[in-house]
Protein backbone atom coordinates (compact mmCIF):
# COMPACT_ATOMS: atom_id res chain seq x y z
CA UNK A 1 0.00 0.00 0.00
CA UNK A 2 1.46 3.35 -0.30
CA UNK A 3 2.33 5.08 2.28
CA UNK A 4 -0.23 8.29 1.89
CA UNK A 5 -3.55 6.20 0.75
CA UNK A 6 -5.79 5.16 3.44
CA UNK A 7 -7.60 2.51 4.17
CA UNK A 8 -10.61 4.12 3.62
CA UNK A 9 -9.42 4.95 0.08
CA UNK A 10 -8.03 1.29 -0.72
CA UNK A 11 -11.71 0.17 0.36
CA UNK A 12 -13.25 2.98 -2.05
CA UNK A 13 -11.01 1.37 -4.70
CA UNK A 14 -11.83 -1.80 -4.59
CA UNK A 15 -15.57 -1.33 -4.15
CA UNK A 16 -15.32 0.30 -6.94
CA UNK A 17 -13.38 -2.03 -9.05
CA UNK A 18 -16.07 -4.62 -7.95
CA UNK A 19 -19.14 -2.53 -9.33
CA UNK A 20 -16.91 -1.66 -12.34
CA UNK A 21 -16.71 -5.82 -12.32
CA UNK A 22 -20.23 -6.53 -11.93
CA UNK A 23 -22.02 -3.74 -14.39
CA UNK A 24 -19.16 -5.61 -17.05
CA UNK A 25 -20.59 -8.84 -15.83
CA UNK A 26 -23.62 -7.92 -16.76
CA UNK A 27 -23.07 -6.16 -19.95
CA UNK A 28 -21.66 -9.20 -21.42
CA UNK A 29 -24.57 -11.19 -20.12
CA UNK A 30 -26.94 -8.91 -22.11
CA UNK A 31 -24.84 -9.00 -25.52
CA UNK A 32 -24.72 -13.01 -25.11
CA UNK A 33 -28.28 -13.24 -24.31
CA UNK A 34 -28.99 -10.75 -27.47
CA UNK A 35 -27.02 -12.98 -29.64
CA UNK A 36 -28.71 -15.92 -28.17
CA UNK A 37 -31.98 -14.12 -29.23
CA UNK A 38 -30.95 -13.58 -32.64
CA UNK A 39 -29.73 -16.93 -33.73
CA UNK A 40 -32.94 -18.65 -32.24
CA UNK A 41 -34.57 -16.20 -34.41
CA UNK A 42 -33.15 -16.90 -37.30
CA UNK A 43 -33.66 -20.35 -36.86
CA UNK A 44 -36.91 -20.06 -36.06
CA UNK A 45 -38.08 -17.40 -37.43
CA UNK A 46 -41.32 -18.38 -39.79
CA UNK A 47 -41.04 -22.45 -38.75
CA UNK A 48 -43.90 -24.24 -37.45
CA UNK A 49 -43.32 -24.71 -34.25
CA UNK A 50 -44.62 -28.16 -34.08
CA UNK A 51 -43.40 -29.86 -37.41
CA UNK A 52 -40.51 -27.43 -38.19
CA UNK A 53 -41.73 -26.51 -41.44
CA UNK A 54 -41.79 -23.42 -43.80
CA UNK A 55 -45.20 -21.11 -42.43
CA UNK A 56 -46.83 -19.03 -45.03
CA UNK A 57 -48.81 -15.97 -43.97
CA UNK A 58 -52.27 -15.84 -45.18
CA UNK A 59 -55.34 -13.89 -44.90
CA UNK A 60 -58.15 -14.89 -42.83
CA UNK A 61 -60.93 -12.59 -42.17
CA UNK A 62 -58.88 -9.24 -43.02
CA UNK A 63 -55.83 -10.66 -40.57
CA UNK A 64 -52.92 -12.04 -41.80
CA UNK A 65 -51.93 -15.36 -40.01
CA UNK A 66 -48.80 -17.88 -40.25
CA UNK A 67 -50.49 -21.55 -41.24
CA UNK A 68 -47.58 -24.61 -42.02
CA UNK A 69 -47.17 -25.65 -45.39
CA UNK A 70 -46.82 -28.93 -43.57
CA UNK A 71 -49.22 -30.12 -41.16
CA UNK A 72 -51.80 -27.23 -42.07
CA UNK A 73 -51.64 -25.63 -38.37
CA UNK A 74 -52.21 -22.19 -37.85
CA UNK A 75 -50.03 -20.23 -35.60
CA UNK A 76 -51.42 -16.32 -34.59
CA UNK A 77 -49.33 -13.15 -33.37
CA UNK A 78 -49.90 -11.59 -30.32
CA UNK A 79 -53.32 -9.85 -30.80
CA UNK A 80 -54.23 -12.20 -33.67
CA UNK A 81 -56.97 -13.98 -31.45
CA UNK A 82 -58.71 -11.28 -30.65
CA UNK A 83 -59.15 -9.42 -33.44
CA UNK A 84 -61.26 -12.84 -34.86
CA UNK A 85 -63.01 -13.08 -32.05
CA UNK A 86 -63.92 -9.53 -32.29
CA UNK A 87 -65.01 -8.21 -29.19
CA UNK A 88 -68.95 -8.12 -29.55
CA UNK A 89 -68.37 -11.47 -30.86
CA UNK A 90 -71.11 -13.68 -28.79
CA UNK A 91 -70.75 -17.07 -31.73
CA UNK A 92 -69.61 -20.07 -30.08
CA UNK A 93 -66.40 -19.97 -31.79
CA UNK A 94 -65.93 -16.38 -29.96
CA UNK A 95 -67.19 -17.60 -27.00
CA UNK A 96 -63.76 -20.26 -27.06
CA UNK A 97 -61.38 -17.83 -27.80
CA UNK A 98 -62.72 -15.91 -24.92
CA UNK A 99 -62.06 -18.90 -22.92
CA UNK A 100 -58.45 -19.43 -24.12
CA UNK A 101 -57.52 -15.82 -23.87
CA UNK A 102 -58.80 -15.79 -20.23
CA UNK A 103 -60.86 -12.69 -21.47
CA UNK A 104 -64.17 -13.98 -20.51
ZN1 LIG B 1 -46.32 -27.75 -39.10
Same mark, same amino acid.
Given at each position: ???????? *??? @?????????????? +?? =?? #??????????????????????????? *??? @?????????????? +?? =?? #???????????????????????????
Amino acid at each position: MAPNKTKA *EDE @FIAKEEAEKTKRLK +VQ =LE #EQHSEEQRKQTKAVCYMKCPKCGADLN *EVT @FRGIKIDRCLNCDG +VW =LD #EGELDKLAGEEDTSRIGNIIQIITGKV
